[in-house]
T-cell receptor
Framework: TQLLEQSPQFLSIQEGENLTVYCNSS?????LQWYRQEPGEGPVLLVT?????EVKKLKRLTFQFGDARKDSSLHITAAQPGDTGLYLC??????????FGTGTQLKVEL | GAGVSQSPSNKVTEKGKDVELRCDPI?????LYWYRQRLGQGLEFLIY????????KSGLPSDRFSAERTGESVSTLTIQRTQQEDSAVYLC??????????FGSGTRLTVV
């Protein structure tokens, strides 16, 4: 079973700051997804990355897939309180089953 | 429906009782997954249904857990003789194609 480590585990920042969260594995990802989960809700898909070195942007969010496809990062520019939530990376395996990382809990304060 | 619907949203049960959790997937989504999320943690895979194929039960933690799905419609997850360690949020997701799960809001189960 692939193990996904996310860092940092917790992050508390002020509105307007930039931040990066990381997702790492000892084995190669076939594809990687990033989700955001708000309290009382299920995770919501943000992006899927497939190709090594791929960079995708979603407004203020930039997702990068490592060249070797063993790591990924999510960078948020000028964070807003609405970005608060649990950020989860997930690797897709056989049967399209997802293996999730432990998550990064982000809190953006005014 | 427009999204994945789960019921109940919250369930408090006494230790030793059985509980049944329900998931209504998005119409037309052939694949359905159940995950468990303990407080502050990531999601653990439980079971997966794909069309009429035999379900992948490899994530079920014990024989007290079972799930059924009729065709491509509603699924129920049953936990027998609940224990306190079963307390968690149980999430259902459906999938069309190869990417992009749609999750329900989950059932928060508390065993007292």
């Amino acid at each position: 079973t692939q193990l996904l480590e996310q860092s940092p585990q917790f992050l508390s920042i002020q509105e307007g700051e930039n931040l990066t969260v990381y997702c790492n594995s000892s084995s190669v990802f076939s594809s990687l997804q990033w989700y955001r989960q708000e309290p009382g809700e299920g995770p919501v898909l943000l992006v899927t990355v497939v190709t090594g070195g791929e960079v995708k942007k979603l407004k203020r969010l930039t997702f990068q897939f490592g060249d070797a496809r063993k790591d990924s990062s999510l960078h948020i520019t000028a964070a807003q309180p609405g970005d608060t939530g649990l950020y989860l990376c997930a690797s897709q395996g056989g049967g399209n089953k997802l293996t999730f990382g432990t998550g990064t809990q982000l809190k953006v304060e005014l | 429906g427009a999204g994945v619907s789960q019921s109940p949203s919250n369930k408090v049960t006494e230790k030793g009782k059985d509980v049944e959790l329900r998931c209504d997937p998005i119409s037309g989504h052939t694949a359905l997954y159940w995950y468990r999320q303990r407080l502050g943690q990531g999601l653990e895979f439980l079971i997966y249904f794909q069309g009429n194929s035999a379900p992948d039960k490899s994530g079920l933690p014990s024989d007290r857990f079972s799930a059924e799905r009729t065709g491509e419609s509603v699924s129920t997850l049953t936990i027998q003789r609940t224990q306190q360690e079963d307390s968690a949020v149980y999430l259902c997701a459906s999938l069309a194609g190869n990417y992009g799960y749609t999750f329900g809001s989950g059932t928060r189960l508390t065993v007292v």
